[in-house]
């Protein structure tokens, strides 16, 4: 496949859609080699990931399903039942997360930029290898420092929720390009 294939291959693959195969920890360890290569300014490397299964999973659905009952402006039971649910149906979860450089030598967003970098990386791979992935940015990744320890400087950048499919991959068409280019 070209890269550019798999560049519109490549998509968000809800967890409903996830069948109950488990993903291969060498697969995993793939797409984490992935991520590895995405571009750092200063080489900071800041892309920081941990891969979630079995017992710790399910405790982290818990965690989320309660902190999201703590949080919620509008709680609505049919989400926290969700929440769980999208956990349960998911080989394994990729918490995704960014080591701010201790001399903050780079400005945040950079960090987070070249994070991001390596997540597209890591989606690519999985596209690759058939797999299906979602990155998901609920507000109760602002308290993962309460149920796992991160580092001085480490923030939580959301969930990749990982898993087989079977079928087709929803088609989404971008908006024109030309509409979001200036040629000066
Ligand atoms: C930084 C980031 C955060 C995201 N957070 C969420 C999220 O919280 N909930 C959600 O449904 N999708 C989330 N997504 C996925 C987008 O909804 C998805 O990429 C978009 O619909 C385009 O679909 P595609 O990935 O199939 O191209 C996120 C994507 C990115 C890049």
Avoid at 8 to 22: G, Q
Avoid at 43 to 70: H, I, N
Avoid at 71 to 80: L, P, T
Wanted: overall charge positive.
């Amino acid at each position: 496949m070209s890269i550019f294939e798999t560049i519109k291959k490549r998509r968000t693959i809800v967890p409903a859609l996830f069948n109950n195969e488990s993903v291969k920890r060498s697969d995993i360890e793939q797409l984490l080699e992935a991520a590895n290569w995405a571009p750092t300014h200063r080489r900071t490397e800041p892309w920081r990931f941990k891969v979630v299964q079995g017992q710790v999973k399910d405790d982290l659905g818990l965690f989320l399903a309660k902190k999201y009952k703590v949080i919620a402006k509008k709680f609505s039971r049919v989400k926290q039942a969700k929440i769980m649910e999208k956990m349960n149906q998911s080989s394994a979860v990729i918490l995704i997360c960014m080591q701010r450089d201790p001399n903050e030598s780079l400005p945040e967003w950079e960090e987070i930029a070249a994070t991001a970098m390596s997540v597209q990386n890591l989606w690519l791979m999985a596209t690759e290898l058939g797999l299906g992935g979602y990155w998901s940015s609920p507000k109760m990744i602002n308290y993962m420092h309460e149920f796992l320890f991160l580092e001085k400087g480490e923030r939580c950048l959301g969930l990749f929720y990982l898993g087989h499919f079977e079928g087709e991959r929803p088609e989404r068409v971008p908006g024109d390009i030309a509409d979001k280019v200036e040629w000066l």
